[in-house]
């Protein structure tokens, strides 16, 4: 098995260890919720056509190619799950909006 050839230094080994002595064993696990972030190219768009052989592909496409639907989602242990669909982009315009003020 391979592995970072840093986790053999003496600081991260002790470092690993105080996490598996000491912080492990006082996580509730109910407290701890996972994000999992992903988004979904909104420009669906074909890359190829067909045309006869000896004739090119012309056609005019919207451009979208920096569109993107963004998705967020927590679980919990309970099963409890919580998506988030579409609200980075918002959040993320009015913080570069409010930064160039």
Same mark, same amino acid.
């Given at each position: ?6 986790q053999?230094?003496?600081d991260?080994v002790e470092?690993r260890e105080?996490?598996?002595?000491e ?7 109910n407290?701890i %919720? *996972?994000l999992?972030?992903?988004s979904?190219? #909104?420009?669906y768009? /074909? ?12 056609e ?5 190619r920096?569109e993107?639907?963004?998705i967020?989602?927590?679980?919990r242990?309970?099963g409890e799950? %919580? *998506? ?6 918002? #959040?993320?315009k009015? /913080? ?6």
């Amino acid at each position: 098995m391979t592995y970072p050839k840093n986790q053999e230094r003496e600081d991260v080994v002790e470092s690993r260890e105080v996490w598996k002595t000491e912080v492990q064993p006082k996580l509730d696990i109910n407290r701890i %919720v *996972p994000l999992d972030a992903s988004s979904v190219n #909104l420009g669906y768009t /074909r890359l190829y056509g067909w045309a006869p052989s000896d004739e090119r592909v012309n056609e005019g496409v919207v451009d979208v190619r920096f569109e993107r639907q963004s998705i967020l989602s927590t679980m919990r242990v309970s099963g409890e799950i %919580v *998506p988030i669909v579409g609200l980075l982009q918002k #959040l993320c315009k009015v /913080r570069i909006g409010h930064l160039k003020k």
